[in-house]
């Protein structure tokens, strides 16, 4: 996986920061490495940096809430390692294929799972505005359907956009409802992911107090001024 100058190519660069991303939980940032690192060691022409960025592709869309784009690149995984005679992880590769497909067909019959995947869309695509309503509806149909998981994906995604939105405060009761929900799931990983999603949040907003205090200060001593050159004109008449 290095290059003849013994630096590792950049596809392997991106692979394996997607694979420390997705070890962390934090899906949405593995997605575009593996996705880079998919394409890159395809056109190297490393089966095998393929197979791995397929599996790690298809991981990172299926901690997402997305099972049915991931489908693809782990059945393209299977297919790499029976090429290169890897039973063993073709075996393991078909049954993530299967396990895939079986929670796609389930998902899509639910009725969160459109306004859900509707919602991500357009959170990808940075239409923010038109995103929020999309994920709020797939809140309170994945409520009504007792899906906790997916109530929790849509409350972090719901969370994220009113952060860029740069609306922290709106943010914190969305996260806080996925941290607990992910407490019941026992699901570590999305409580650390939600939890640095949670600081972002709390960051954000005693910034903003910072700022709001110095506009304040700012504008208190305009207005001293203001007063001040009054009273000098005034002594001068």
Do not use: N
Request: proline share 5%; hydrophobic share 45%.
């Amino acid at each position: 996986m290095s290059s003849s100058s013994g630096t590792p190519p950049e596809w392997a660069v991106e692979l394996h920061m997607a694979q420390q991303a997705l070890q962390r939980g934090a899906s949405d940032e593995a997605l575009p490495r593996f996705e880079k690192a998919v394409s890159g060691a395809r056109k190297a022409r490393s089966i095998e940096g393929e197979m791995t960025a397929c599996a790690g592709l298809a991981m990172a869309l299926f901690g997402l809430g997305r099972p049915q784009p991931a489908v693809t690149p782990a059945r393209r995984a299977a297919e790499l390692a029976e090429q290169m005679g890897q039973k063993a992880e073709a075996t393991l590769f078909r049954a993530l294929v299967q396990r895939l497909e079986q929670d796609g067909g389930e998902q899509a019959k639910s009725p969160w799972f459109a306004a859900l995947t509707a919602g991500q869309a357009r959170l990808e695509k940075g239409d923010i505005e038109a995103a929020l309503p999309e994920l709020q509806q797939a809140i309170t149909l994945a409520q009504a359907a007792d899906a906790r998981g997916a109530e929790a994906t849509a409350c972090s995604l719901v969370a994220q956009s009113y952060l860029a939105l740069q609306q922290p405060q709106d943010a914190l009761p969305p996260v806080r409802r996925a941290i607990a929900l992910a407490h019941e799931l026992g699901q570590a990983d999305a409580i650390e992911t939600f939890g640095k999603l949670e600081q972002a949040a709390l960051t954000a907003i005693e910034r903003l107090g910072k700022l709001d205090g110095m506009l304040d200060e700012v504008t208190e001593a305009a207005e001293q001024a203001a007063a001040d050159l009054e009273d000098v004109g005034d002594d001068t008449d």
